[in-house]
């Protein structure tokens, strides 16, 4: 079976960085979009930014010039680097990966299990 796994989240005061990851092990044959979401108490999941196998990459208005995803193809990992945090970017963020499976035809939707981020003033 297929497991993401997340890692890298924690408490920062505004203006730091911090590195998340998302790394996907398993029965996998391919990857490809691998992206971030993130949701804030009270609000609806929101994406963050996205990434193509091909190597396009999409950020959201509020994060772009912050944000900045890498991916580590032959690890199977993605990682979300966040530079000038703020207190608005407090939420639970989570990686959304496509894979297709061993022995499947179509490619499925993973979710991780989500890691906190929070930034204080």
């Known amino acids: 079976q297929v497991r993401l796994v997340e890692s890298g989240g924690g408490l920062v005061q505004a203006g730091e960085s911090l590195r998340l990851a998302c790394a996907a092990s398993?029965?996998?044959?391919?990857?490809?979009?691998m992206d971030w979401y993130r949701q804030a108490p009270g609000k609806q999941r929101e994406l963050v930014g996205s990434s193509t196998g091909s190597g396009t990459f999409a950020y959201a208005d509020p994060v772009k010039g912050r944000f900045t995803i890498h991916r580590d193809n032959a690890k199977n990992t993605v990682y979300l680097q966040m530079d000038s945090l703020i207190p608005e970017d407090t939420a639970v963020y989570y990686c959304?990966?496509?894979?297709?499976?061993?022995?499947?035809?179509?490619?499925?939707?993973?979710w991780g299990q989500g890691t906190q981020v929070t930034v204080s003033t």
């Open positions: 959304n990966v496509d894979i297709l499976v061993e022995g499947d035809y179509m490619f499925t939707n993973f």
């Open positions: 398993g029965s996998i044959f391919a990857i490809n979009a």
